[in-house]
């Protein structure tokens, strides 16, 4: 039991060499195909959902501002 769990944690320490970077394939409108970095799509992904939350938080604050006057 010891030593399967320390050959699982020497193999979540060092991912192997050979593979490669994780990249996601996506077509264009053009049809060529063009790689994108999961990382950074992650981190767009990120930037988006803040700003919608932002958008939806601004939009709650304005609705109780004009309740507030009306």
């Known amino acids: 039991m010891r030593n399967s769990r320390f050959l699982s944690y020497e193999t979540i320490r ?11 394939f996506y077509s264009t409108m053009g ?10 799509l992650s981190l767009l992904l990120k930037r988006i ?3 919608l939350l932002l958008l939806h938080f601004l ?3 304005v609705h109780k501002v004009m309740f507030l006057f009306s």
């Not at 060092?14 to 996601?24: A, F, G, H, Y």
């Not at 049809?31 to 950074?40: A, D, N, R, S």
Request: cysteine-free; proline content about 19%; hydrophobic content about 35%.
């Open 59 to 61: 939009k709650f604050s």
């Open 14 to 24: 060092s991912p192997p060499v050979s593979r490669k970077p994780p990249t996601l």
């Open 49 to 51: 959902y803040i700003v």
């Open 31 to 40: 049809g060529t195909y063009v790689f994108l970095p999961i990382k950074f």
